[in-house]
């Protein structure tokens, strides 16, 4: 099947539940067994079947078979948070000893985890260039185990050549793990690229209603029980809620993105024609660094994308351009059917590579209001900008 008709349908069995299309929520802490046999017999494979709430409910497992679907994926876990998904994915292939390689211009929290958790725990962070490609073979050492990958990158949306940095991760040994929430696992399937883990926000465009928090790790079945079993000591499982809700949203995820992109490119490209915006940061664009791999990998974009103002501008000018916007509030996360904008100052979150842009930035996400409203908005916004 073509992944539209599979992802309305991986995880659903109306015949188990009474011709009931979507499936049920289980809200389980407590399984019981009704033998000593039985309980011993499932407690030799609780990774596969239900054997304790935060193992796993019929609801999780629907909803992890729908990503799995989604992502191209042999299986997938659900954890509470975008975040929980990376710091879990990441502690269960590292120890005290080890080397990560991670994208400088990867999600803040994740660098706050490196150098905040994983560092105080003995394992080695090297952040590199995003745009280092195959010659990320150079920072590549004999306990290097991770190479994290975000492609596009956080704020700034710097695509990566992931097939060439999977290439010499592998050459190696080290696994090759990607943040894949702006692509929303549609657009970008990380596994025929070359990646072993593929981790998203489902929190944003997987949820798409801006009112779930969890995060998905999709991989292959050789790391699944490696990776299923340390979430399990540490804790980590989704509530059946968001797992329900999550599942709702995949049905109508390849709808909902087509009318992202479509508003974000328009809207992108009339950006490109104000005097106030100097750059656009958008993978779709020609100047946008990496284009050249967007265009070889990726099937589409999402709404997400970045802009930098003219210099001239100062912080007061922009609050007044953002305090005075009806459509596009500010807020963190994104992926809902809002639009949001936020100020952001990419240089304090650099490691090895260098912000040479001068001039305010925003980072914008398209929802899906009428385009020509959001136009109207932002063009009213420009104006407050230039009088202010």
Known sequence: MKKDTHLLHAGRTPKSNFGIVNPPVYHASTVTFPTVAAMHEAGKNPTEGIY???????????FEEAVAALEGADKAIAVQSGLAAITGAIMAFVKAGDHILVTDSVYFPTKKFCDEFLKNFGVEVTYYDPMIGAAITDLMQDNTKIVFTEAPGSLTFEVQDIPAIAKAAHSRGAIVMIDNTWAAGYYFNAFEHGCDVSIQAATKYIGGHSDIMMGTIAL??????????????????????DCYLGQRGLRSLPA???????????????????????????????????????????????????????????AQAVAAMLDGMELFPMGYSWGGYESLIIPFNPKGARQVTEWVEDGPCLRIHAGQENIDDLIEDLNNGFERLNKA
């Open 256 to 314: 909902r993105l087509a009318r992202h992109q479509e508003n974000g490119m328009k809207m992108a490209a009339w950006l490109k024609e104000r005097p106030e915006v100097t750059k656009v940061l958008h993978p779709a664009f020609e100047d946008c660094p990496g284009h050249e791999f967007w265009k070889r990998d990726f099937t589409g974009a999402s709404g997400l994308f970045s802009i930098v103002l003219d210099g001239k501008y100062s």
């Open 52 to 62: 304790y709430g935060r193992m796993g409910t019929p609801t999780s497992q629907a």
């Open 220 to 241: 292959r079945e050789e790391h699944y029980k490696q990776v299923k079993s340390k979430l399990y000591t540490l804790g980590y499982c989704a509530s059946p809620d």
